[in-house]
């Protein structure tokens, strides 16, 4: 199929780790990218491929993925990680770009 | 640093067109891709189109939902990108975004983003 889903809504506890996961056939043949967006801003790059972290992002934010389901793992949350978080990966032609409906992030 | 800077949105009527700028520094443009992505009020992303640098064969793809009213090109001499945009119609409406990506063939991880400008269309 051609589209990304992810969950809505996921709250973690500050400083407990929450793993985000997004679904998709693309995924079993590329990898995802990882975008967090707070209220107001532009989106971020966390996280993208197999293993890159563009610089100044905390390592506390890694990805993995697996057949198809790509997951984002925040390792001890903090206050300023509450944000939207969109995936996005190639469709399964590999000519188009897809983006997740996106999850919202709460720390409590 | 990788810097991206969009301009030229603001408000337009149905039917009219607009053209976006995404001017570009902290990195040699010409050796790189760019997409596009927009965000309607309160909604999610949606890219919308991709530019790849000459050396890739200068390929460019778009969404379906934009194909044959929207239009990307590039300025390397200027290190600036543009987005075209003709028919626009109010669900153009949002902010636009446009991204380093790091595909050559065709869209794939980006590792930049501009801080977008925002397009209404309205009458």
């Known amino acids: 199929s051609s589209e990304l889903t992810q969950d809505p809504a996921v709250s973690v506890a500050l400083g407990q780790t929450v793993t985000i996961t997004c679904q998709g056939d693309s995924l079993k043949k590329y990898y995802a990218g990882w975008h967090q967006q707070k209220p107001g801003q532009a989106p971020v790059v966390v996280f993208y491929?197999?293993?890159n972290r563009p610089s100044g992002i905390p390592e506390r934010f890694s990805g993995f993925g697996s057949g198809p389901t790509a997951s984002l793992t925040i390792t001890g949350a903090q206050a300023e990680d509450e944000a939207d978080y969109y995936c996005?990966?190639?469709?399964?032609?590999?000519?188009?770009?897809?983006f997740g409906g996106g999850t919202r992030l709460t720390v409590l | 640093e990788v810097h991206l800077v969009e301009s030229g949105g603001g408000f337009v009527l149905p039917g009219r067109s607009l053209r976006l700028s995404c001017t570009t520094s902290?990195?040699?443009?010409?050796?790189?891709?760019l997409s596009w992505v927009r965000q309607a009020p309160g909604k999610g992303l949606e890219w919308i189109g991709f530019?790849?640098?000459?050396?890739?064969?200068?390929?460019?793809t778009y969404a379906a939902s934009v194909k044959g009213r929207f239009f990307l090109s590039r300025d390397d001499s200027k290190s600036i990108a543009y987005l075209q945009m003709n028919s626009l119609q109010p669900e153009d409406t949002g902010v636009y975004y446009c991204?380093?990506?790091?595909?050559?063939?065709?869209?794939?991880?980006?590792?930049?983003w501009g801080q977008g400008t925002r397009v209404t269309v309205s009458s």
């Open positions: 530019i790849t640098n000459k050396a890739s064969g200068g390929t460019i």
């Open positions: 491929g197999k293993d």
């Open positions: 996005s990966s190639r469709d399964t032609t590999g000519n188009l770009l897809l």
């Open positions: 991204a380093r990506d790091l595909g050559t063939a065709g869209p794939y991880y980006f590792d930049g």
């Open positions: 902290g990195f040699t443009f010409r050796d790189h891709s």
